[in-house]
């Protein structure tokens, strides 16, 4: 099993859906939550960055994070074009040396 | 932006030759990473290290070496190349371990020939 399980997509939405990704782990030692946006030929951007559960916002979006579930969850609330991107979930532990990254939601939302 | 600077952004070269990737950084950060991003594998952490001189194998290290001498910059020399190793190479900095998050420059695209 994976520690970190995203679906790839892709996900094609039209402009003002709402969009929801999701992640699964199973590594019960990560204490903090991430979400990246990357643009195509882009570096991985930082989006949302939470450590316990519950929800996170930051205008139109939501970071969900459920640790009895092992689940985290990203929302983008009245989605544009310029959401257009890969988004990445990614966990870190204390004292770790490295993100674990999932392999990125495509999302393309159509004008 | 972070300020990182990843040179060359694009490099084509062939099998055997030496390759040498840099990461430049002007945010004074104590830890660098080089990660690469391979389709269906996300980000895989090459090496990283934790100040000047002082580095660390990650995940998928073997054939990669790495250098840094200067707190702001940090090397990623691929000694021989070989086809297994065309990919998109990302440098990453952070203050510290566990819980700081990473920043990412946006990456040398590597082709092997």
């Known amino acids: 099993q994976k520690e970190v399980e995203q679906d790839p997509g892709p996900l094609s939405v039209p402009e003002g859906a709402i969009v929801s990704l999701n992640c699964t782990y199973s590594?019960?030692?990560?204490?903090?939550f991430m979400w990246y946006r990357q643009y195509s030929r882009k570096g991985p951007e930082l989006l949302m960055y939470?450590?316990?559960?519950g929800n996170k916002e930051d205008g139109r979006f939501t970071a969900q994070v459920d640790k009895s579930s092992k689940y985290i969850s990203l929302f983008i609330r009245d989605s544009q074009p310029s959401d257009s991107a890969t988004y990445l979930c990614?966990?870190?532990?204390?004292?770790?040396?490295?993100?674990?990254f999932g392999t990125g939601t495509r999302l393309t939302v159509i004008p | 932006d972070a300020g990182i600077t990843q040179s060359p952004r694009h490099k084509v070269t062939e099998t055997g030759t030496p390759v040498t990737l840099r990461c430049h950084q002007t945010?004074?950060?104590?830890?660098m990473y080089w990660y690469r991003q391979d389709p269906g594998h996300g980000l895989r952490l090459i090496h990283y290290?934790?100040?000047?001189?002082?580095?660390d194998k990650g995940e998928v290290s073997d054939g990669y070496s790495v250098s840094r001498s200067k707190t702001e910059d940090f090397l990623l020399t691929l000694e021989s190349a070989t086809s297994s190793q065309t990919s998109v190479y990302f440098c990453?900095?952070?203050?510290?371990?566990?819980?700081?998050?990473?920043?990412f420059g946006d990456g040398t695209r590597l082709s092997i020939l």
């Open positions: 590594n019960s030692a990560f204490q903090y």
């Open positions: 290290s934790y100040g000047v001189k002082d580095t």
């Open positions: 990614a966990f870190d532990q204390t004292r770790a040396n490295n993100l674990f």
């Open positions: 990453a900095i952070s203050r510290g371990q566990g819980g700081q998050p990473q920043h």
């Open positions: 945010e004074n950060h104590r830890y």
């Open positions: 939470t450590y316990s559960s």
